[in-house]
């Protein structure tokens, strides 16, 4: 059968530039794609068709060379195939797999009979917040495939050794030629390990590897938050056919605390103070992550003011430096009362303006005498 002309199946004129010519095939590569029409022999050979005259039109020699002479000037393609013209097409190509082979064709593939690594693990920590504020050392137990120490990992009894597949000859894959393409395909016998286990460990039934509990120790540092996570690298599963084991991933759950509240580094937390305190103002003890700490509340404080503790707050799980506190301090209501206290708020309220929903004046005003100066003159 004879060939379409090279410009003609990229549907691009003879002049075409380079840049337009790779446009052409990735837009017909991307529609023939034996993954978007499953079954189609027609997309198959339009998609060889298009792979075959691109890899021709993108090289210049071979370009110039049918420019001259047509089809026999380039020998239809095979014999002068170059893979590394579809460089930069590998998230059209990659997904061939065994129909194609392009893994080996465009090369970097990566033999699916060699080592792999190992599959990551995870494991949820939960710690307090005090101890995530001041770092902790753990222990952790964790179930994980470890190699089989009866066979050493081989999968083999002890005395003997795998031997190499009689059908992929140890390359674990068993390849064809069609036309300019190599098809390599995953060695049945062996499942692309290239070799066999004629006589299977006992211990590990030919696998290689067990599941044991292993204990590890992990080191929280001071500062870490929720959800934060902690890679040791190299406590994951073990690899398949000689291959790195993966990692474990601890993520840390912080439980709440009773009194603090985290953002960033920072703390926040409310404390109640007596009404003459924040009237009259005074010293109050505030708790603090590292005990109890001073703090002045001057005088004619107003409920819901807030206050900043500088480097009492939460330190920085890089090592650097701490957040702040901040201290809001809200008016502290009695639900029972003294006869002697309830004789001196009574004797508060007569002096009070009576209550009434109207705007109240700012405080920096001016003007009248405020309620915070002639309450100061009643305590006083």
């Known amino acids: 059968m004879s060939k379409h002309d090279y410009y003609d199946v990229l549907g691009v004129a003879r002049t075409a530039a380079d840049a337009e010519i790779k446009s052409a095939y990735r837009k017909l590569a991307l529609k023939y794609h034996p993954d978007r029409n499953h079954g189609s022999k027609e997309a198959e050979e339009k998609f060889k068709e298009a792979a075959e005259a691109y890899s021709v039109l993108a090289d210049a020699d071979k370009r110039a060379a049918y420019d001259r002479y047509g089809h026999q000037g380039v020998g239809g393609a095979a014999g002068g195939f170059d893979p590394t013209v579809f460089a930069g097409f590998e998230d059209i190509l990659g997904g061939l797999g065994d129909m194609f082979g392009f893994g080996d ?68 894959q068993l390849r064809y030629q069609q036309g300019f393409f190599v098809v390599a395909r995953t060695c049945g016998q062996c499942g692309g390990a290239g070799h066999v286990i004629q006589d299977p460990c006992r211990t590990c039934g030919g696998t290689g590897h067990v599941t044991r509990e292993r204990k ?10 929720n959800g934060q996570r902690l890679r040791l690298s190299g406590e994951g599963e073990v690899g398949a056919l000689g291959g790195p084991p993966g990692d474990l991933y601890v993520v840390v759950q912080v439980q709440d605390h009773e009194f603090f509240r985290r953002e960033a580094d ?35 404080t107003g409920a819901g003011t807030v206050f900043r503790l500088r480097g009492k707050g939460m330190p920085s799980v890089s090592g650097r430096g701490r957040g702040d506190l901040h201290v809001m301090v809200q008016p502290r209501t009695p639900k029972k009362l003294t006869k002697e206290q309830r004789a001196v708020l009574e004797q508060l309220a007569k002096v009070l303006p009576p209550e009434n929903t109207a705007a109240r004046p700012r405080e920096d005003a001016g003007g009248e005498r405020g309620v915070f100066d002639r309450v100061k003159d009643l305590f006083s």
Do not use: W
């Open 266 to 300: 920072d703390l926040f937390c409310e404390i109640d103070v007596n009404f003459p305190t924040l009237v009259l103002g005074g010293d109050i003890q505030v708790p603090t992550l590292d005990g109890e700490d001073d703090l002045r509340v001057p005088e004619g």
């Open 216 to 225: 590890l120790t992990v080191k929280v540092p001071a500062g870490i938050s």
């Open 105 to 172: 064709i465009f090369g970097g593939g990566r033999r699916r009979g060699g080592p792999q690594r190992g599959a990551d693990l995870r494991y949820d920590l939960e710690i307090t917040f005090v101890e995530s504020a001041r770092g902790v050392d753990t222990t952790i137990q964790i179930p994980r495939l470890e190699p089989c120490g009866g066979c050493n990992g081989s999968g083999s009894a002890p005395g003997t050794k795998p031997t190499r597949c009689p059908q992929c000859q140890g390359r674990g």
